[in-house]
T-cell receptor
Framework: AQKITQTQPGMFVQEKEAVTLDCTYD???????LFWYKQPSSGEMIFLIY??????QNATEGRYSLNFQKARKSANLVISASQLGDSAMYFC??????????????FGSGTRLSIRP | AAGVIQSPRHLIKEKRETATLKCYPI?????VYWYQQGPGQDPQFLIS???????DKGSIPDRFSAQQFSDYHSELNMSSLELGDSALYFC?????????????FGPGTRLTVT
């Protein structure tokens, strides 16, 4: 069963606008972690932000913030003031189990974000 | 800061040949993961190691094997290569204790099977 769902295959956004990338997840484990990774056309996988299931506050890292709605099982990524360099594929991912767990992470199908000048 | 190192970065092999991909984790990271990303797809987990022991196994073909060595580097051995093995292979690492919780990915090895 698909555990990470990204319903937006592609998005176009004007430079300097904010953008929200959607992600919903499914798990029965009360302890889990949610991640967002950025993959530019060069191929590398860049870690952006992490949210633990027990974290009380939404995670933020610079222009990135994670809108974590636990009851709705959603973990949307918000990028403020988008830049041309933000054009990339974005993957939402999840690890089941506590942070100390060596569990693998599973990825969603990704959203390709294109920033227009 | 040191990052995960993967070698080679690019590899071209013919069908039925063998390939060995290497991964050097970030210092003090004792857990290593391998992922395979086919063209236009999301990364799929293959196998992981913790303290030189296999800790989890995903959709790794029997033609593939992997191990983690005493210095924590890992190698993915692929035999009887098929066209469908053409993909970007990522290695990721993380420490087993404390933070960070995220897995740090290497730049990937792009394998092309002809």
């Amino acid at each position: 069963a698909q555990k990470i769902t990204q319903t937006q295959p592609g998005m176009f956004v004007q430079e300097k606008e904010a953008v929200t990338l959607d992600c919903t997840y499914d798990t029965s484990d009360p302890s889990y972690g949610l991640f967002w990774y950025k993959q530019p056309s060069s191929g590398e996988m860049i870690f952006l932000i992490y949210q633990g299931s027990y974290d009380q506050q939404n995670a933020t890292e610079g222009r990135y913030s994670l809108n974590f709605q636990k009851a709705r099982k959603s973990a949307n990524l918000v990028i403020s003031a988008s830049q041309l360099g933000d054009s990339a594929m974005y993957f939402c991912a999840m690890r089941e189990g506590p942070g100390s767990s060596a569990s693998k992470i599973i990825f969603g199908s990704g959203t390709r974000l294109s920033i227009r000048p | 800061a040191a990052g995960v190192i993967q070698s080679p970065r690019h590899l071209i092999k013919e069908k039925r040949e063998t390939a060995t991909l290497k991964c050097y984790p970030i210092p003090r990271h004792d857990t290593v993961y391998w992922y395979q990303q086919g063209p236009g797809q999301d990364p799929q987990f293959l196998i992981s190691f913790y303290e030189k022991m296999q800790s989890d196994k995903g959709s790794i073909p029997d033609r593939f094997s992997a191990q983690q060595f005493s210095d924590y580097h890992s190698e993915l051995n692929m035999s009887s290569l098929e066209l469908g093995d053409s993909a970007l292979y990522f290695c990721a690492s993380r420490p087993s204790l404390g933070t960070p919780h995220e897995q740090y990915f290497g730049p990937g090895t792009r394998l092309t099977v002809t």
